[in-house]
């Protein structure tokens, strides 16, 4: 009894009792510091985080949270950062956008990025029937890892780069000339589905076609082609 008198006499450490204190407010903002050190500049980025990185672990610790304080302070903070910077992308695992760029200035990123893409798309050619069968067989069967993952937020960032950028869309002519996408991706009009209806797609691609794409964004992008 005397041992359990003092455990429960034994004052909380340092980082419980700031925890505490804190506002729900300043605990958002002590998970954004974690996060922004993985965004090396201001533009407009996409972010994977892999199931060891700390906001992936504070997920998982919410999930099982009870209704403390302490819990309830840390599941507040996560479901307000995954509101405001998850991308919905049909990918197993969690994408944000870059936590240094406003959600007003976000949208005129995205729309830039539409009508970029709008000019490229135009180039590429139409799926034909017998890809567009095998591409709904792959989605049957499909299993994303991590390196699948990464590979697609690679691609998307060396495509918003040379968008924000404003690189000339022949700079892609290789990519335009040898991908196939379906020709309802040359029609997007809403800036907050483009990242998602593009990310369909090559979530369901063979992972060598999706390997292929990717190598033609990034030559594209360097201007190797």
């Known amino acids: 009894m005397g041992r359990l008198a003092l455990l429960i006499r034994q004052p909380p450490s340092t980082w419980e009792v700031k925890l505490l204190a804190d506002s729900p407010e300043q605990v958002v903002h002590r998970l954004l510091r974690v996060l922004i050190k993985h965004f090396r500049s201001n533009k407009f980025k996409l972010y994977f985080v892999p199931e060891s990185a700390n906001l992936n672990r504070a997920i998982l610790f919410i999930k099982g949270a009870d209704n403390s304080v302490f819990q309830n302070k840390i599941r507040m903070a996560v479901e307000y950062i995954l509101a405001e910077y998850r991308v919905k992308l049909p990918i197993s695992s969690v994408v944000l956008y870059s936590p240094r760029v406003s959600s007003e200035r976000r949208i005129v990123y995205l729309t830039q990025f539409m009508s970029w893409w709008d000019m490229l798309s135009k180039r590429i050619g139409e799926l034909d029937p017998d890809m567009q069968n ?76 999706l390997a292929f794409v990717h190598d033609l964004i990034r030559q594209g992008r360097l201007g190797e082609q």
Do not use: C
């Not at 993952?149 to 691609?155: A, Y």
């Not at 690189?167 to 335009?176: G, I, K, N, P």
């Not at 309802?184 to 063979?206: C, M, T, Y």
């Open 134 to 209: 095998n591409q709904r067989t792959t989605f049957s069967q499909l299993m994303l890892f991590d390196m699948r993952v990464r590979e697609i937020v690679d691609m998307f960032n060396l495509l918003l780069d040379a968008a924000l950028q404003r690189v000339d869309v022949e700079d892609f002519r290789a990519l335009s000339y040898w991908w196939r996408i379906p020709g309802e991706l040359r029609e997007l009009k809403n800036p907050n589905e483009v990242l998602s209806r593009i990310g369909l797609h090559l979530a369901v691609v063979s992972t060598s076609e």
